[in-house]
């Protein structure tokens, strides 16, 4: 049974049947990650950026079953922004072929159909039963990531330590735990946007991103509110304060052994004097001190973004897994799933 269900004001005991059947896939389709923790996982499921929307649901073998203690068959939630919806679903390993897949599937075409959205992008992790479901749907691969996982008790500090010192004389690297400081908004915010303009992402791109010091604000308030604690290192170019270099770390608390890399950012202008691989790497030692929970590090590059997966591999990251962004239609979904309307 498939019902609408909202993580806001669910029962705790939904919150942790729907953490149960997180983890029981994880263990099947990913035994390397760590499972999910209870800390603020309710806040991880129903905190949004403003102008955002997720719509979820859960499936339970009857009524009532979760919030009795099973683990619940299966999830799916939409994050619904600008016309299109990113999907994000799962069915417990013992509870897969028997067509809830399809079901839960159904259940967020039916939503962004009738509310008018344009398309659906998911992320499909390789080598997971996933890839074979989104394509049976028609969903077409947009765009081809690889994951890359850094061992803490593989890093060679002392090497490190030498990239780290080993940037231009015009520049300076600071850390900043929980965000860039207010006077570095508007530089950070430019920062992104410079680069953001001379990369091709493909046709989709998922992550929620800061390009104005606004949105950098509300993105910020939400990593915080979602219980993902920001770590940033930046290089200033001391001659205009600009922002020529960036990274970015997230400590989740429901996952705080694994940390998750986003953006790296350095400034065409700015290339070539040493700058990303120095602030990589001195995020990797403040990361050491201000959360020695961390045991990983991981992150997302695309296959021809060479200079970065250079500079990982330099840094210690080892290429994980093939995780893909795909895309479909949603009135070709409808049709196809036969969803009232279409
Ligand atoms: C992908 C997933 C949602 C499918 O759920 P499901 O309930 O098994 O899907 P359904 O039973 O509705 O399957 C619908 C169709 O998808 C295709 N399909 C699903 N699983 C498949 C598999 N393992 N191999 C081949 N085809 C598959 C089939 O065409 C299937 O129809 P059929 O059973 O009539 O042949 C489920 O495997 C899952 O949760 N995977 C999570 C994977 C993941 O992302 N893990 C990483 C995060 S933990």
Not at 74 to 81: S, T
Not at 99 to 115: C, N, P, Q, T
């Amino acid at each position: 049974m498939v019902r609408e269900w909202d993580p806001r004001t669910a029962p705790s005991e939904e919150i942790e049947s729907l953490r149960a059947t997180l983890n029981a896939a994880v263990s099947i389709d990913l035994p390397d990650d760590p499972p999910w923790r209870g800390d603020s996982f309710r806040e991880y499921l129903s905190v949004t950026m403003p102008g955002e929307r997720r719509v979820c649901w859960l499936a339970e073998s009857a009524p009532g079953a979760a919030a009795g203690g099973e683990p619940a068959l299966g999830q799916a939630n939409l994050l619904l922004l600008g016309d299109i919806g990113v999907l994000d679903l799962t069915v417990r390993p013992d509870a897969r072929r028997a067509g809830l897949g399809r079901e839960l599937l159904s259940a967020a075409v039916r939503r962004a159909f009738a509310e008018g959205f344009r398309s659906i992008g998911v992320e499909v992790v390789g080598d997971t039963p996933a890839v074979e479901f989104y394509e049976k749907y028609g969903f077409r691969c947009a765009f081809v990531e690889i994951r890359n996982v850094l061992r803490m008790s593989t890093v060679d500090w002392q090497r490190l330590g030498e990239m780290a010192g080993g940037v231009g004389s015009g520049y300076r690297v600071e850390f900043h735990a929980g965000g860039p400081p207010e006077e570095f908004y508007e530089a950070y915010a430019e920062a992104k946007e410079i680069v953001r303009d001379s990369y091709d992402l493909g046709d989709l791109e998922l992550r929620p991103s800061s390009y104005d010091p606004e949105r950098l604000r509300a993105s910020l308030a939400t990593l915080h509110a979602r219980g993902l604690k920001p770590y940033i290192v930046l290089g200033v170019h001391k001659s205009s304060g600009k922002v020529a270099g960036l990274t970015e770390v997230v400590v989740p608390a429901q996952r705080p052994t694994r940390a998750d890399q986003y953006d790296t950012v350095v400034v065409p202008k700015h290339r070539g004097y040493g700058l990303g691989r120095a602030i990589k790497a001195r995020m990797l030692f403040e990361l050491r001190s201000a959360e020695p929970r961390v045991t990983e590090v991981q992150t997302w590059n695309a296959f021809e973004n060479e200079p970065m997966l250079k500079v990982n591999a330099e840094l210690g990251f080892q290429p994980d897994r093939q995780w893909s962004e795909y895309e479909a239609d949603i009135a070709d979904l409808a049709r196809l799933l036969h969803v009232n309307g279409a």
